[in-house]
């Protein structure tokens, strides 16, 4: 077989790790629709592991990542590893960095200014690749067939810099400045030895990607308080008859003297044979010593995220979504009639699952009370009379059909791809959502019912501004297949248990693995996002679906993160992003049928301070990983507990520490 081997591929193209404070770790998902187990015993996971460690440590979740042989043909013919009897040697090469407190400051992806940066006093005219006192840079680490262990990759950042000024409108831990329009004088105090990521090996040496354990921190004197110091802070641009907060420099987003530990980079390989043949993911390799050129059709990409706090909920627009709305041409079932079973049921499932998560799409608001998703609410589209009138393709269930694709909401501008309403790409200024064909009146009653890309339509009245994407809205794609269901031109299909990646066809398995990694993400709302920022929108920054391009230096993409996370994760608290991070958790009552819900952020932080609903920004770093994880009750069979056809998801393994009580004075 070895002779028939050509060339060999990385999968998934793009993985994700996502953040935890144990040591433990679990490996993530490698088939759609597939929730892994976390491990362990006695918990709530889907083995019956759990997902945080005995010391009540949330566990991270590791990416793993595969070869893959072909042939001459282009046709998978293998998966390579020390066990497949083809293989001598696997010789894994990573580059990661964060280069978040050098980059260009997140004003949205409307108002983006080439000229705005993070930490603006620190190496000021230099691009951020060039900042190098700004990134962390561990390097490029190996990682080889029968190493034992963790290769740990650690860097510094804010690196020689002893002074510098910063706005006196800002806040500050413990001092106020006696004049706030003046400048503050602040010391710097560089961060060492901050961890990145760890590389370990499977038993069949395939390679781990473990992330780094959560942590942020500001290294100047005095301390900037984590807050939303756009509140106060004149933005340097923006509407000129006001306060931006979306084009802030200095928004909870891109907080001055922060760091966090999340990063994105490169994995490749070299692989050599029994033969003596070497492979490569890189060109011009000739032997595992070999440093190469990258080849981004046949490396990867990692990227490391927060935990996902709801496993088995899907956002209506994954990163997958965006995927196959670039590159149509990988979506595996382009030339199949639209099934109802595959296209359009687990549409329906996500928006359901909202109202277990979301005030507004569960009902418990006076605004929201009878026109939501939760289970006795006429959105629950899982019901028996909505799933009676959706699977019968005849003229008698087209009404309602319709009447759902009607409520759809559709992209800005006339194409119905949501990227082109902010051409050009970064670094370029953006323009064009200015065009009138952007301008328009948006509809609070279409679906989704989310927050979009230009800001809650809250944040655009009160700046005077009508950027485009205020509330999400649906894939090219997904609207497609909707409006085909909606006019009968469907086959109902036959609701299937997903196979794991084992039980697939080894032909099927390289683009499972690039599938599953990213469905369960965040592809919509980029403001800016969970794992990925807007820019996995442009198709000129890949070099084919699931592939980063050549010249997307490691750390870049990443880089238009929240800086640091922490500030987003706690901001976005509702109707962004809600099967990540949950708005509100439920108490479920099997006898009666009824359930009580409670702020997810809730309890105290480590000083006895009660977990606010006004400002949690500097919360948010302690409370994070104790934060509980939203999961479907399950019956003594092990099937999902349901109500009117929706699943059940109530709160487990919150950390008991969040409910400690506030420190009395003595």
Not at 29 to 50: F, H, M
Not at 70 to 84: G, M, P, Q, R, W
Not at 471 to 487: G, M
Not at 509 to 529: N, R, V
Request: aromatic share 10%; glycine share 10%.
């Amino acid at each position: 077989m070895s002779n028939n081997i050509k060339s060999i591929r990385i999968h998934p193209g793009i993985g994700i790790a996502r953040l935890g404070d144990s040591d433990e770790f679990f490996i993530g998902p490698e088939a759609p629709g597939v929730v892994v187990d976390p491990g362990g015993s006695g918990g709530p996971g889907p083995n019956g592991g759990s997902y945080r460690d005995s010391g009540a440590r949330l566990k991270r979740q590791a990416q793993r990542y595969r070869v893959y042989a072909y042939d001459a043909n282009d046709k998978v013919i293998a998966e390579l590893t020390s066990d497949s009897g083809l293989v001598e040697s696997l010789h894994w090469r990573v580059h990661v960095r964060n280069m978040k407190a050098a980059n260009y400051a997140f004003q949205g992806p409307y108002l983006f200014d080439p000229d705005a940066l993070r930490n603006p006093s620190i190496q000021p005219g230099k691009k951020p690749i060039e900042r190098d006192q700004l990134i962390i840079d561990p390097g490029v680490h190996t990682i080889t067939s029968g190493q034992a262990g963790a290769v740990v990759m650690k860097g510094d950042v804010f690196t020689g810099i002893e002074k510098g000024t910063l706005p006196g409108e800002l806040r500050f831990e413990g001092y106020t400045p006696k004049d706030p329009s003046k400048e503050v004088e602040v010391t710097y105090q560089a961060a060492k030895d901050i961890e990145l990521g760890q590389l370990r090996l499977d038993d069949q040496d395939r390679l781990l990607f473990v992330p780094a354990p959560g942590g942020g921190e500001c290294v100047t004197t005095p301390k900037v308080a984590l807050s939303n110091p756009s509140e106060t802070v004149n933005p340097p641009n923006g509407p000129e008859n006001g306060k931006n907060p979306l084009t802030n420099q200095f928004a909870y987003f891109n907080v001055p003297g922060w760091w966090d530990d999340t990063c994105g980079g490169e994995i490749d390989v070299t692989v050599t044979l029994k033969d003596g043949t070497v492979l490569s993911t890189r060109d011009n390799v000739k032997s595992a010593k070999d440093e190469g050129t990258r080849n981004p059709r046949a490396g990867a990409w990692i990227v490391t995220a927060p935990p996902k706090f709801a496993p088995h909920m899907y956002h209506v627009v994954s990163i997958l979504d965006r995927v196959y709305e670039a590159f149509p041409e990988a979506y595996p079932y382009a030339k199949q009639k639209t099934n109802f079973y595959r296209d359009i049921y687990p549409l329906f499932i996500k928006a359901v699952n909202y109202g277990w998560v979301s005030a507004e799409a569960a009902g418990v608001t006076p605004e929201t009370k009878g026109a939501a998703h939760g289970p006795s609410q006429p959105g629950n589209l899982l019901s028996a009379p909505y799933m009676a009138a959706f699977t019968d393709p005849s003229d008698k269930g087209k009404p309602v059909r319709q009447m759902i694709y009607g409520l759809m909401r559709h992209a800005p501008g006339q194409h119905g791809r949501l990227v082109d309403s902010m051409l050009p790409a970064p670094p370029q200024r953006p323009t064009s959502w200015k065009n009138p064909e952007f301008q328009r009146a948006e509809q609070d009653f279409k679906m989704p019912k989310l927050w979009g890309s230009g800001g809650k339509p809250a944040q655009n009245k009160q700046l005077g501004i009508n950027l485009p994407e205020q509330f999400l809205s649906l894939t090219t794609l997904q609207l497609q297949h909707l409006k085909e269901w909606a006019d009968g031109d469907f086959e109902v299909g036959t609701l299937q248990e997903p196979p794991t990646l084992e039980q697939l066809p080894l032909a099927e398995q390289p683009h499972a693995l690039d599938a599953s990694a990213l469905e369960p993400t965040i592809g919509g709302g980029f403001h800016p996002g969970i794992e990925f920022p807007y820019l996995v929108l442009y198709r000129e920054n890949f070099a084919d679906a699931f592939r980063v391009n050549k010249d997307i230096e490691a750390g870049a993409l990443a880089a238009y993160m929240s800086s640091p996370w922490q500030g987003d994760f706690w901001s976005c608290n509702v109707a962004w992003w809600p099967t990540q991070r949950p708005d509100i958790v439920f108490e479920y009552d099997k006898a009666t049928q009824t359930r009580t819900y409670k702020e997810w952020f809730r309890g105290y932080d480590a000083d006895g301070e009660p977990l606010s609903a006004t400002d949690g920004y500097d919360q948010m770093l302690y409370a994070w990983p104790k934060l509980g994880m939203v999961l479907p009750v399950k019956n003594e069979d092990g099937s999902f507990l349901k109500d009117n056809g929706a699943v059940v998801y109530v709160e487990h393994e919150r950390d008991p520490a969040l409910n400690r009580p506030p420190t009395k004075a003595s």
